[in-house]
């Protein structure tokens, strides 16, 4: 199943739907079943994913729609199944995006393995998506200028 990566802001308005279940918790974060999205306009298009556990954990997460050109997430029948999803606009897709402290222009994020929540349930997964090959989970989001050079004198 294709799944939308587009961005509706109204999602994350009201405090009711800004929880996310999250059964299986995130890689590498199994204890953490609870997370809640916390959107603040000035700080557009990344959000904040407030992960709940033995302790807290903060992510930044982006949805891609928009932002990233030609990122069509297909899931896996089976997921979508698990997912409850009944058509593919339920799926609201969010990717972890990594910040290096010192050098935010180096910002990428994790195309590969996206948290995929049904919109109707606020249940979520990440997984791992069917087309993952063509993809990276390091992908950049901001366009290195020596890469642009070399891509012009090409």
């Known amino acids: 199943m294709k799944v939308l990566p587009v961005f509706y802001p109204t999602d994350f308005d009201a405090p009711p739907a800004n929880e ?10 199994a204890a953490h079943k609870r997370a809640e999205l916390l959107y603040m306009p000035d700080n557009l298009p990344f959000l904040w994913m407030k992960l709940h556990g033995p302790e807290t954990i903060h992510f930044i997460v ?21 997912l409850d999803l009944r058509d593919p606009s339920e799926a609201m897709i969010l990717n972890i995006v990594t910040l290096q402290r010192q050098q935010p222009v180096e910002a990428t994020v994790n195309l590969i393995g996206p948290l995929v929540v049904n919109r109707r349930t606020r249940i979520g997964r990440q997984l791992v998506i069917s087309n993952y090959s063509r993809f990276s ?3 950049s989001l901001v366009e290195k200028p020596q890469a642009a050079t070399v891509a012009r004198s090409a």
């Open 20 to 29: 996310l279940i999250l059964p299986q918790g995130l890689i590498g974060f």
């Open 62 to 82: 982006i949805e891609p729609g928009g932002i990233i050109p030609g990122y069509e997430p297909e899931v896996f029948e089976e997921d979508a199944i698990q």
């Open 137 to 139: 989970a390091h992908h």
